[in-house]
């Protein structure tokens, strides 16, 4: 099963030389209502401003990989339902309009 917040990990070692910070990690993979007060807070000032960018990079590690997407369309089902769940599920839905359109 693709576990979408190692992935990010991996391509932000990668490519920009650090790793996610656990404090995120952690927040990334619950559900919204299981957060803790100072875990919304995260979310809310850091997390939730730049989902976009998360899932552009999401996306960066999906294309380095080969674009696994039948994998990937699974892990989504699969996987609990956590915000970095979400955060695939939107960038999987773009990377098949891409395909789509041609643009990927």
Do not use: C
């Not at 920009?16 to 299981?34: A, P, S, T, W, Y």
């Not at 000032?45 to 999401?58: A, F, K």
């Amino acid at each position: 099963m693709v576990d979408f917040l190692e992935d990010l990990n991996k391509y932000y070692v990668r490519n920009r030389g650090k790793r996610i910070k656990q404090e995120f990690r952690d927040v990334l993979d619950k559900e919204m209502e299981d957060l803790s007060g100072s875990q919304k807070q995260i979310y809310e000032i850091y997390i939730e401003p730049n989902i976009t960018q998360l899932q552009d990079t999401l996306y960066e590690a999906f294309k380095e990989a080969d674009s696994p997407l039948d994998a990937w369309r699974a892990a989504i089902l699969e996987n609990p339902p956590t915000i970095m769940n979400h955060i695939a599920k939107k960038m999987v839905i773009r990377a098949i309009r891409d395909m789509d359109t041609g643009e990927f």
